[in-house]
């Protein structure tokens, strides 16, 4: 079972808005565009991100990495949480994340929910630190196997 966008009450989110993203599926393009980005997270990449597509605010090799883990939680559909190196702004920081899917009403998964905290104490320049797009420890949770209290 996959949670309806309709069921978010952003009062319940309250002060954890600020870290708080959320992505479009557009199905035509096979692309994911912003609706709504937190300060936390526009803070990080040093822009406005709504109404960005993903390859417009990464490069091409993150985009399709990020893509990569967006299909699968709309796909399978699943949750993805862990750490991971994120690159934003020009710089590289260390990241824990939320990754989830939201149905339509018709229970089509069109969204991806997401909470992003980046620590802003390991930041490295991102054309002189260590950069591996592959460190990252992110676990998928298939949401057929998670199990809602009743």
Wanted: glycine share 8%; proline share 6%.
């Amino acid at each position: 079972m996959v949670p309806l966008r309709s069921q978010l009450d952003p009062v319940v989110i309250g002060p954890d808005l600020k870290y708080v993203w959320l992505y479009d599926y557009l199905p035509v393009d096979d692309n994911y565009r912003c609706r709504l980005a937190g300060e936390h997270i526009q803070d990080t990449h040093r822009k406005r991100l709504a109404d960005l597509l993903i390859d417009e605010i990464y490069t091409p090799d993150i985009a399709a990495f990020v893509k990569g883990y967006w299909d699968t939680v709309r796909d399978k559909p699943a949750v993805i949480y862990g750490t991971a190196v994120s690159p934003g702004g020009g710089r590289i920081l260390r990241s824990e994340r939320l990754m989830l899917p939201l149905g339509d009403s018709e229970g089509a998964v069109r969204q991806i929910l997401g909470m992003s905290i980046y620590d802003f104490e390991s930041e490295v320049d991102a054309e002189h630190g260590p950069h591996n797009i592959d460190d990252h420890d992110l676990q998928v949770f298939d949401c057929k196997d998670l199990q809602t209290e009743q």
